[in-house]
């Protein structure tokens, strides 16, 4: 991207603080044409031509990327030149990008007039969600108050001048999300190599060719159905040591990460940025510091959530999680990771845990699951293909990571109107 940048030096005081001299103040009712509710689609489909993703909390956030799908007909449209506002509940005040999908129920849409860029009113909403969110209305579920959100006072530049802040900034937002989508698809291929090797058994079939450069066509039967000849069944405790984390009260900052089950159970890799710190002593830090390729795996509500630590901060884990270290030389951290992620043992845990309203289990339920011990060279030859899939997923988290914090220094300079974006040339944008 080629940009051209100048520092601001004249600036006149607002409501909203200092803003130059030529940008103006407008209420958001001057700015929008409309703010309108969802409703409880109908009519789901799973498949079928002109269909919407259903946008929740949790899809917008990108914590999950499986939603249900309805027609056009079935709720509220969103597009993507339109801003998203979480309506109700304990977050509400939450603000998203527009995206083309059906509206929540417990979401509303905001659509801006034609002269205000809705990338730029996005990012000055977004930048103040704080004050949406401390507004919030209702004495048993938190709402959006429409009439304090319509009187919210805008910092209100030339709409050209929005067009070049929204462009700068977005073109970090697209670099992020063009490395989690690289990333989502490493794992997928992580995960297929898995099922086709340990699950399915292909390249170990008759009509299979061979990871190892052989076939295996001899199969026997066991506990988990047939496995190739010479493979075997055991139980977890007789090849991982556990350990419970660590009690502790998560902190805004200190020195030392506290991995919780909120940090791993909707993701495949571990965003450090979003983990809190602890207070710790020197000894508990001994005991609990989690090393590279730790293995953890949560024992309450999402039980049986597992994440694999990988160039980790100086962080330790909560108690809510397990500690799994293989005690057998032949038990690669990667090769117990996608064992433990796998249908074979998570259909043991789910129907292992107890408690209707909230699942838990412990470390010996854990422990009494099953895992297949293949060939000691087949399992090298997995671990070598999955740690040079899941170097390039690290590679590009840390990237993000960068990339976001470059955006988060960007983004109160450019709103605000403290660096001014005199140029942008689109030609130089990839």
């Known amino acids: ?127 103040r969600e704080d004050e949406f969110r401390d507004t919030t ?73 061979s990871a190892t450069g052989r076939k295996d066509s001899e199969f026997v039967d066991s506990e988990l159905g047939r496995i190739p000849k010479g493979w075997e069944v055991r139980e977890l405790r007789r090849v991982v040591n556990t350990q419970y984390g660590l009690t502790a009260s998560s902190e805004d900052i200190g020195d030392t990460k506290l991995l919780r089950i909120t940090d791993i159970n909707k993701t495949f890799v571990i965003d450090w940025d979003n983990v809190p710190y602890c207070n710790i002593a020197e000894d508990k830090l001994l005991k609990y510091e989690l090393k590279d390729k730790d293995i953890v795996i949560s024992r309450i509500a999402d039980i049986g959530k597992v994440a694999i630590i990988e160039d980790p901060p ?15 030389n032949k038990i690669t951290p990667y090769y117990l990771y996608y064992w433990l992620k796998s249908p074979s043992y998570q259909e043991y845990i789910e129907g292992a845990a107890e408690g209707s309203t909230r699942q838990n289990t412990n470390a010996e339920v854990i422990k009494s699951g099953p895992i297949l011990i293949p060939d000691e060279k087949v399992i090298r030859e997995f671990e070598k293909i999955a740690e040079n899939i899941r170097s390039k997923i690290i590679l590009n ?23 001014r974006v005199e140029e942008v040339d689109d030609a130089k944008i990839n």
């Open 314 to 328: 100086k962080s330790v884990f909560a108690s809510y999680l397990i500690r799994l270290k293989p005690k057998l």
């Open 137 to 209: 209305t209702g004495t048993g579920i938190p709402h959006v108050d429409k009439q304090n959100l319509l009187l919210k006072e805008i910092i209100y530049p030339s709409p050209p001048e929005q067009s070049r802040i929204a462009k700068v900034l977005s073109w970090f937002d697209d670099l992020i999300e063009n490395k989690k989508r690289q990333n989502e698809i490493l794992e997928k291929t992580a995960m297929a190599i898995f099922k086709s090797w340990f699950i399915d058994f292909e390249p170990f079939s008759a009509k299979g060719g």
């Open 1 to 127: 991207m080629s940009l051209k940048f100048t520092s601001e030096t004249h600036f006149k005081k607002t409501e909203i603080g200092e803003i130059p001299k030529d940008w103006e103040v407008k209420i958001l009712e001057k700015i929008i044409t409309e703010i309108k509710k969802g409703i409880k689609p109908k009519k789901h489909q799973t498949q079928g031509k002109d269909l919407f993703p259903y946008l929740s909390a949790e899809y917008l956030r990108g914590e999950t990327s499986e939603t249900t799908y309805f027609p056009e007909s079935s709720g509220i449209i969103v597009s993507e030149k339109e801003i998203i506002v979480l309506w109700d509940g304990s977050n509400a005040g939450e603000i998203f990008k527009g995206l083309q999908g059906i509206l929540s129920s417990t979401m509303a849409k905001l659509t801006p007039n034609k002269d205000t860029n809705p990338l730029f009113l996005f990012y000055q909403l977004k930048i």
């Open 397 to 419: 988290q840390k990237q993000i990571m960068i990339l976001r914090k470059i955006r988060d220094t960007l983004l109160p300079l450019l709103v605000f109107g403290k660096l």
